[in-house]
């Protein structure tokens, strides 16, 4: 049931991108890890999504991979590091499924708040 939920909230917060009142940020650890995906069809889809709706904004990489070591520090593995400090300096908003990088996220001082994406559809009222 629970995947369910996340499934149909991912698609609710997808389609608000579509009527651009948010924006996907992607990262460039993003991309590698759709890269990684051994499902062609699955790849495929996700590559879609990110050239359709995916924003790359400009950045300050040194930053953000010096909080990405520091968040290594506090438990996060390097990915789940660079995801969340690439966020901190691109989005207002980190949305994951991953329960225990969330839980992490959750505890660390930052300019963003961490959501499940159920959790975020909630906050933002979406139907």
Not at 36 to 42: A, D, H, M, Q, V
Not at 55 to 66: A, G, L, S, Y
Request: one cysteine or more; proline letters at 2%; aromatic letters at 10%.
């Amino acid at each position: 049931m629970r995947n369910h939920l996340e499934a149909t909230a991912f698609f609710l917060i997808l389609h608000n991108i579509y009527l651009k009142k948010y924006e996907m940020i992607i990262s460039p650890i993003h991309e590698i890890e759709v890269q990684s995906i051994c499902e062609i069809n699955e790849r495929k889809e996700l590559m879609e999504i990110f050239i359709q709706y995916g924003k790359k904004p400009e950045c300050n990489m040194n930053e953000i991979r010096q909080r990405a070591e520091e968040l290594v520090t506090k438990n996060l593995g390097a990915a789940d590091a660079a995801h969340f400090a690439f966020a901190e300096a691109t989005a207002d908003f980190f949305i994951t499924c991953d329960d225990r990088l969330l839980k992490l996220c959750k505890n660390f001082e930052s300019n963003i708040i961490a959501f499940n994406p159920v959790e975020f559809c909630i906050r933002e009222k979406l139907k």
